[in-house]
DNA sequence: TCTAATAATGCAAACGATTGTTTTTAAAAA
DNA sequence: TTTTTAAAAACAATCGTTTGCATTATTAGA
């Protein structure tokens, strides 16, 4: 690999003045800026990031930690973060944890020992460290240095939204994984709107999304009594109700209206397409990187956290209940 | 931040020491390991992997580099890769170019600066490079140090299965980011079958996959004569001509039959659990690191491309011809 | 108890850059 | 032409580790 040293030798310049020129300090002349740019660029210099550590401190270097990539909310996490970061000139280090706290300890110490110049962290939570950071997609969304959304109106509002279209016996399925708030503003808006809770319509089970919502869904709607509506915790618990009422020759959303929650992109390419709560990821890692960066110039301070509103995107999942066959209504 | 240098005035030690120390060096006693350990466990000293890069010439580093992280392919790809990069003790780096070169160029220099042990490349291909990489999931598949999938044999293997259960009026629809491989195994399974072969049923477009399967799905099956299965390039083809045919109210598998490629793990929980063509992900992140980790260590080697034969998954969205509706048949 | 052998630790150079300070060179003023 | 000043380049220390070699401490053998 070539090295200043090596450019400055067959150049018989000092290295210091190699490293100048290189980076167009103003000290050295256009003549010798010229020469060494363009004997760098002929023999390949790339210049090693881990050298000019050392002097300078940093390497901007950023790491983003998530539970699981291949859910596609992270993975368009990551991908507008990489996007606005390399923007300023920084690299972004990505580790996964398996949603396993062991391991995000040990990426928590990798990314130490990369002294990254800050954080950013989904999922997990983490109380001090002596680097910047910031929490996204956190449970709580209050107390300091995290980006979420609001959880809790995301699910009142969808909620809200079936109860004006005429539902009642409205269900909530989601798996384990998926944040409280969802579940209390379901029951939240149900009880605003003077609907009793009936507590075997709210089911929260442990395994992979979509066989819960399959499973979940052949269960809820093979009963006598069945729900006009589903609320699904997330997309993917969307995806299987889907699939459990085509299965069972139920109309969608004739006979039963169904909601996911994040907006996964391919809700939108489902055979019916999915009406669901979207995430504004943009503005997730938007406001993100922004809180970093003034971590990061100002050490000291903490900032607020930052509570983003999810939008209802109504698509062919939910229909007035008036649409629906009255004999399925029981209600 | 702790350095060893403060470990060491702090036990009134050499810095060498202290390194070695930590490092299980064998030349130290037991004693003094105990007691730097411990010291540096309680003051928290995380090595600096810029400061041991420079004496040691490494920092055990690879990079991915993939297009798009948003395909579940290219995440679950990363997925596998850091797992079994991580039980190496090396850190995965990951960069993505949105199928842009001059991005590629951008990210190749950026994984030399930080001087990389070796480069895993996705989808992109470069002749060589001072550093081991190897390519994956690349359009040929001879050469060297690739790993790719059978393309060619597994389209090949797909669409003979369609003529062995019948199917003669066998659409193929893609985008223009899939392998001509996948287009030419189509091709000359019609063609050993004695299947003339119609090109208004070759579609290849630009665009989303969902969006042209979709759409041309729409545009197939409204035809009067219509075919009765249709290869997809991808799953995602695959999703939108799924959609397609159960907007037109066509059965499937009944009236047609639909094949994916890719299998990715969406297909098994669509409402028609889609028949695919499996890329082995795990032999494929499997031996692209074997052959990364062998030009490591043995830097002057080509090793010949490993070609990985894809496997067919035969699920619900395909079904002989025998069981269509007669009336559906016309050929 | 003294010497030899070995174990344990310290010393110092090195990795490749950056940067404050000094020296040299060139240009401007006298 | 000489002196002063500014510009350009060189010098040298430094960042936090690693590692070959020298030195010191300890143990064993005579």
Redesign the interface.
């Known amino acids: 690999?070539i090295t200043i040293k090596r450019i400055a030798s067959d150049l018989k310049l000092d290295i210091s003045t190699v490293s100048r020129a290189l980076r167009d300090d103003e000290k050295i002349s256009e003549k010798t800026k010229k020469k060494v740019k363009e004997y760098a660029k002929k023999v390949g210099y790339?210049?090693?990031?881990?050298?000019s550590?050392?002097p300078k401190g940093k390497?901007s270097l950023i790491s983003l930690i998530v539970p699981?990539?291949?859910h596609?909310y992270y993975?368009?996490i990551?991908?507008q973060i990489?996007k606005k970061l390399g923007d300023k000139g920084y690299?972004?280090?990505?580790?996964?944890t398996s949603f396993n706290e062991k391991n995000f300890e040990k990426v928590i110490?990798?990314s130490?020992?990369?002294?990254v110049s800050g954080l950013i962290i989904a999922y997990h939570k983490i109380e001090d460290l002596?680097i910047p950071f910031v929490l996204i997609d956190q449970e709580k969304i209050d107390g300091y240095d995290k980006v979420s959304i609001d959880n809790f109106y995301g699910a009142y509002e969808g909620v809200s939204y079936l109860i004006n279209i005429g539902h009642k016996k409205i269900a909530y399925i989601t798996d384990i994984y998926t944040t409280k708030e969802r579940e209390y503003g379901y029951r939240k808006a149900l009880k605003d709107n003077g609907i009793e809770i009936n507590e075997n319509l709210i089911i929260v089970r442990n395994g992979r999304c979509?066989?819960i919502g399959?499973n979940e869904g052949l269960r809820l709607l093979s009963m006598k009594i069945r729900p006009t509506a589903i609320f699904c915790g997330n997309d993917?618990v969307g995806?299987?109700v889907?699939?459990s009422a085509?299965?069972l020759n139920i109309k969608i959303p004739d006979q039963v209206s169904i909601i996911g929650f994040d907006d996964l992109?391919?809700t939108s390419?489902?055979?019916?397409p999915l009406t669901t709560i979207r995430q504004p990821m943009e503005e997730i890692s938007k406001f993100a990187i922004d809180i970093l960066f003034k971590k990061m110039n100002n050490s000291e301070k903490k900032f607020p956290a930052k509570i983003i509103k999810p939008q209802l995107i109504i698509r062919d999942s939910t229909a007035p209940i008036y649409n629906n066959e009255k004999k399925y209504i029981r209600n």
Do not use: C, H, V, W
């Open positions: 690999m790339i210049p090693n990031i881990f050298a550590y050392l390497a699981d990539l291949k596609p993975s368009e990551f991908t990489e690299i972004l280090q990505l580790f996964t110490e990798k130490l020992s990369l002294r002596d979509e066989e399959y993917f995806i299987g889907l699939k085509i299965k992109p391919i390419y489902l055979p019916i």
